[in-house]
């Protein structure tokens, strides 16, 4: 396993520290915050031009995200609410939720309204510790299937999938099995981001394990014999995962590496890497020929939701509201404004009344695994230390 240099992990000290040095701009790290002074405001109730007039007098809304294109809504949002400023950081999921905590558990100013992905760390700590709270505006509550508004708000589903390069493979993904990575043809030509250092590819890792009779059969399929795990080893997914290391996968620190090395044009034998399908928009501007591998098996990877939650000590609790009713997008069949950042393949919308992008595989198509939060949940910290084991 070829391993790049990692970030040192983010300590609750240090997450302390990072909140007060954003001060200047996040809108300061002082005395604890005083309870929303609009905590008895029923938010159901409210009409959008209510909900626009509290927001317009509070006249501004910081948000954690944990995408670039947040740059994109700010900047949309505010040409269609002039009198509220967006004041945004991207940052990654994983310090995202580690600053909500600190934050929260600190009593000191913070973010009004995070959009983050990670879910099963979002559910078991951020929902359970009352960090964030939900929010579902009512003119989209119909067309959201139910698994999109609870726990939290999904404007999207998004993803971590094995990609490759079109350039040099024409002919569609050159593999066709997950275990055809863990044989010599393979070797050191496997990036991803280290799932100890991101949430999402640790759920990627975890789902591996949760699946494993599909990775099981997916072996028996590619080698023509039944797995034999190693002795002590739990289960197939995670013999698949030391195999993957053992064949000198390439740990990273973030998915732009893995976009680069995998996507970069006028490569003769380029990598494969697991990565967001939705990464292909960059293509043309980056240099890349992402492409994703559909019809992988037993899958290309997962399928996850990108919640938006009100913070519980927000102190624009109305703008905070208001910019997700935003990026929920509008009642066209793209989402407008609100939603265009995310309208690329890739990309799901929850929304059953905007389509997918013309150009995008469906779901089915795709044949990722969406995956189960709660199951991850209790899962995950187990896969996280059986990864040390192996690096």
């Not at 005395?31 to 405001?41: F, H």
């Not at 938010?43 to 947040?70: K, Q």
């Not at 990627?204 to 997916?218: I, K, V």
């Not at 740990?251 to 380029?270: E, R």
Request: proline share 6%.
């Amino acid at each position: 396993m070829t391993r790049q240099p990692l970030r040192s992990p983010i300590t609750a000290a240090t997450a302390v520290l990072v909140a007060c040095g954003l001060a200047v701009t996040l809108a300061g790290c002082s005395a604890p915050a005083a309870s929303a002074p609009s905590a008895d405001v029923d938010w159901d109730a409210l009409t959008h031009d209510e909900l626009v007039d509290m927001a317009t007098d509070e006249g501004e809304v910081v948000v954690y995200a944990f995408t670039s294109r947040i740059a994109a809504i700010e900047e949309s949002f505010e040409a269609e609410y002039p009198g509220i400023d967006v004041v945004a950081s991207d940052i990654s999921s994983s310090e995202l939720i580690t600053r909500l905590a600190t934050e929260h558990t600190a009593g000191s100013a913070t973010a009004d309204l995070a959009y983050v992905s990670d879910a099963p760390v979002v559910v078991t700590e951020l929902l359970a510790d009352g960090v964030l709270l939900p929010y579902l505006p009512a003119r989209v509550a119909e067309a959201l299937p139910s698994e999109h508004q609870a726990p939290l708000v999904a404007n999207r589903l998004s993803t971590k999938v094995l990609m490759y390069n079109e350039e040099a493979h024409p002919d569609g993904a050159p593999v066709s099995n997950l275990w055809e990575l863990t044989e010599s043809e393979w070797a050191g030509k496997v990036v991803l981001v280290d799932p100890n250092v991101r949430g999402d590819y640790l759920d990627l890792a975890t789902e591996f394990s949760l699946r494993a009779d599909e990775m099981a059969d997916a072996y028996t399929e590619h080698f023509g014999e039944e797995i034999a795990l190693e002795d002590g080893m739990p289960d197939a997914g995670l013999q698949f995962l030391k195999n993957l290391y053992a064949n000198d996968a390439v740990l990273v620190d973030d998915t732009d590496t893995v976009n680069a090395a995998v996507g970069a044009t006028g490569q003769d034998a380029p990598p494969v890497g697991f990565t967001s399908y939705s990464d292909r928009r960059d293509n043309e501007e980056e240099g890349w020929a992402l492409q994703v591998a559909s019809g992988v098996a037993p899958a290309p990877g997962i399928v996850f939701p990108a919640y938006l939650g009100v913070t519980a000590r927000a102190e624009n609790p109305a703008a905070a509201r208001l910019l997700i009713d935003y990026m929920m997008g509008d009642d066209s069949s793209t989402g407008g404004a609100g939603f265009e950042p995310f309208y690329v393949a890739g990309d799901y919308p929850t929304r059953t009344d905007i389509d997918t992008p013309a150009d995008a595989l469906s779901l089915d198509e795709l044949g990722a695994w969406q995956i189960d939060p709660e199951a991850s949940a209790e899962h995950r910290s187990d896969v996280a230390d059986f990864l040390l084991t192996i690096q």
